[in-house]
């Protein structure tokens, strides 16, 4: 059984930062990406970043130069640093994790979602 566990939503105003956290527990063998999506009403689930083993990484467009994410291995957890935040980020902000839970078994993961809204 594997969990995904967000924090760090909130509002905030135009300009600021929020830090967002996903820490992944349970039965994993190895974890091959982490990565943030989000999603507003009436709108399709989106990427926002991702990073893999290996540290690389990708970005929407419209959040590069301002959102960074980075891990660290030994937590099993991802974050996204979100500076800059402007009202059209507001959305529920998904965690995502492609793990092997054993040698042979690869899954993908979604944490619960965390609200971010950024008022103008």
């Known amino acids: 059984q594997v969990q995904l566990v967000e924090s760090g939503g909130g509002l905030v105003q135009a300009g600021g930062s929020l830090r967002l956290s996903c820490a992944a527990s349970?039965?994993?063998?190895?974890?091959?990406?982490m990565g943030w999506y989000r999603q507003v009403p009436g709108k399709q689930r989106e990427l926002v970043a991702v990073?893999?083993?290996?540290?690389?990484?990708n970005y929407a467009d419209s959040v590069k130069g301002r959102f960074t994410i980075s891990r660290d291995n030994a937590k099993n957890t991802v974050y996204l640093q979100m500076n800059s935040l402007k009202p059209e980020d507001t959305a529920v902000y998904y965690c995502?994790?492609?793990?092997?839970?054993?040698?042979?078994?690869?899954?993908?993961?979604w944490g619960q979602g965390t609200q971010v809204t950024v008022s103008s």
């Open positions: 995502n994790a492609n793990l092997d839970i054993v040698i042979t078994t690869r899954k993908n993961y």
């Open positions: 349970g039965s994993i063998f190895r974890v091959n990406a």
């Open positions: 990073i893999r083993s290996g540290d690389s990484t």
